[in-house]
């Protein structure tokens, strides 16, 4: 690809300036023509005064855009952007198309926006590839790393369509869901992973500190200490002379629990715990239920077919139990069988689930139907989160302050004991 200067005008008159990244003069002069302006002058551009002459006065210059350009990929990886990152581009995007900007307008413009997670590199590949004749989905499809294949589908569906502008509204509004979700969760863990962690600070503070002061009180002293005081010295002493033996478990259990989570025994082993565990076990399947009516509903109301929908759909699920059953859905959907029977043979999904599937099939809503399923898990959801959250918060505590107190009335007890010895003498 090469880089070609233009001088055009308008047709009101006004003369402008610009960067094309085309493959030769001819398509340049093409690209031209479509945003609708009269070239006056079109050369090749030269150097670093290509990207220059492209960028607004007073942008950002980032130091990778001064490297040659053979080696500047090297130094632009892509990371996989956050949900809320991804919102906040489509959402931008959007909002361009919308305006009334052609698309490679808008891409260009995308460039010089500042959206967290996702580089100004990846919406000027983008422009690219559409300047070549490409498709906007074809286009992303290329970088697998930010864009999902549920991004891409419905981006190719917007474009069939026509509606591509409300194809990226409807993902926005989808990715911030999800953000709220995952947010939600994780605050909800928040406390009682402090929680722990002061508890345990306190605890090896304690050990580590404290208790061989208390020791030294006790060296040269016939006495016959309690027993919770003789188990909290040995304690104490294994971990002075024995730590190493420890941390050989640790590794050992981690390298060992790592290699069955790995296997495909281990794994459904583990997915159908945290599916069916007491009180987790809900927060977990609101969760994966919400998820997957919400993909599904979003696929098929942009006009996703049922089977890449499902497909998709099963590839974002991230319990094994769960896809397997989607699996086996997709599998008799396309033997020309309807949605509700299959999801009920797999015994995974709720009934209710199931019943208003079949109305929506019924009434030839099903997107409607998975919607309103997908706002009902997530409501269940933020309930199930806080009644886990109300739980886990007094149990933690009380574990806590049973390690507490049992260093405490170890260390009482035999104050206690010392004391009563030497008022007997």
């Known amino acids: 690809m090469a880089q070609f200067q233009y001088k055009a005008r308008r047709r009101d008159g006004q003369t402008v300036t610009g960067i094309l990244e085309v493959a030769d003069r001819g398509a340049a002069l093409t690209q031209i023509d479509r945003l609708g302006l009269f070239p006056i002058a079109v050369e090749m551009a030269k150097g670093a005064a290509a990207v220059a002459a492209e960028r607004p006065s007073g942008a950002k210059v980032s130091w990778t855009e001064s490297l040659p350009p053979s080696i500047r990929p090297y130094f632009n990886r892509q990371r996989k952007p956050k949900l809320q990152e991804l919102a906040t581009f489509t959402n931008q995007l959007a909002n361009l198309l919308k305006s009334g900007m052609p698309l490679t307008v808008a891409l260009n413009s995308m460039t010089h926006l500042e959206t967290k997670g996702i580089s100004a590199e990846v919406s000027r590949q983008l422009k690219q590839e559409v300047t070549e004749g490409k498709g906007l989905s074809e286009a992303m499809a290329k970088q697998p790393v930010i864009f999902s294949d549920l991004y891409v589908n419905m981006v190719k569906a917007g474009e069939q369509s026509g509606a591509l502008v409300e194809v990226l509204r409807r993902m926005g509004d989808h990715f911030e869901r999800f953000s709220e979700v995952q947010s939600k969760f994780t605050s909800a863990m928040i406390y009682p992973a402090f929680v722990c962690c002061v508890g345990i600070a ?13 020791l030294k009180l006790f060296d040269g002293l016939h006495v016959q200490l309690p027993l919770t005081t003789r188990m909290l010295i040995g304690l104490n002493m294994f971990f002075k ?152 918060e007094p149990v933690i505590i009380c574990i806590m302050a049973m390690g507490v107190g049992f260093l405490l009335i170890s260390v009482l007890s035999a104050l206690f004991a010392i004391t009563s010895s030497i008022s007997a003498r």
Not at 203 to 213: A, D, K, N, Y
Not at 250 to 260: D, K, S, T
């Open 202 to 214: 306190i605890c090896i503070f304690f050990m580590t500190v404290m208790l061989p002061s208390f």
């Open 241 to 392: 002379h024995w730590w190493w033996v420890l941390l050989l478990i640790v590794i050992a259990i981690a390298i060992l629990f790592n290699r069955f989570r790995a296997s495909e025994n281990g794994k459904r082993t583990l997915d159908h715990w945290r599916l069916n565990a007491p009180i987790f076990g809900k927060v977990m399947r609101m969760h994966i239920f919400g998820q997957f009516t919400r993909t599904l509903s979003t696929l098929l109301q942009n006009g996703v077919p049922v089977l890449t929908a499902l497909n998709i759909t099963e590839q974002i699920i991230s319990n094994s139990i769960v896809r397997d059953a989607i699996a086996r859905t997709r599998q008799e959907v396309t033997d020309g069988k309807t949605l509700a029977q299959p999801l009920a043979r797999s015994k995974v999904f709720p009934q209710l689930m199931v019943d208003l599937i079949k109305i929506g099939e019924e009434t030839g809503d099903v997107a409607g139907a998975l919607n309103n399923l997908a706002e009902t898990y997530e409501n269940e959801l933020q309930l199930a989160l806080r009644v886990m959250t109300n739980m886990i």
